[in-house]
């Protein structure tokens, strides 16, 4: 957190503040991807043990694209190819500074301007709107 307000980035945290074994993730990885959802153009981090639960709940909001992010290059291509605004990050999986540079990769990587990957991507949000999937490909 302080790395990433050093750097200049308006960061707010959702928590928690203090480690509790019992605590539950899923609300808070909701509550930042409903956070970033509001709030177009902003990004978020969800912090947990390997990252997969914590990018799955934050998957669970509506217009919320979350990828799992488990080295520069793959937090590079979520937002690239994927244009998410979320990264899974695994605490248990790295050490702070292999997290730092993910995190870093993820923030200073804009989303593409292929139109293949537009393209995708409206699919899946059509797909989240409507809850019909795009049709297959015939070959």
């Known amino acids: ?31 930042a991807a409903r956070r970033v959802v509001a709030d ?6 969800v912090v947990g043990g390997s990252g997969n639960g914590e990018q799955i709940a934050a998957n669970k909001v ?3 694209r979350a990828g799992l992010a488990w080295s520069v290059e793959t937090a590079k291509l979520t937002r690239e190819h994927n244009h998410a605004q979320l990264i899974g990050v695994g ?12 995190v ?16 995708r991507v409206q699919q899946i949000l059509d ?4 809850g019909w999937p795009p049709p297959l490909p015939e070959h």
């Open 1 to 31: 957190m302080a790395h990433l307000k050093e750097q200049g980035h308006d960061v707010e945290d959702v928590g928690p503040f203090v480690y509790d074994a019992a605590d539950d993730y899923p609300a808070f990885c909701i509550e």
């Open 40 to 45: 177009e153009g902003s990004l978020g981090i």
């Open 62 to 64: 509506k217009g919320a």
């Open 91 to 102: 605490a248990r999986m790295h050490t702070t500074e292999e997290a730092t540079e993910i």
């Open 104 to 119: 870093e990769a993820f923030l200073a990587t804009p989303p593409s301007p292929d139109e293949r990957h537009g393209r």
């Open 127 to 130: 797909y989240e709107n409507t």
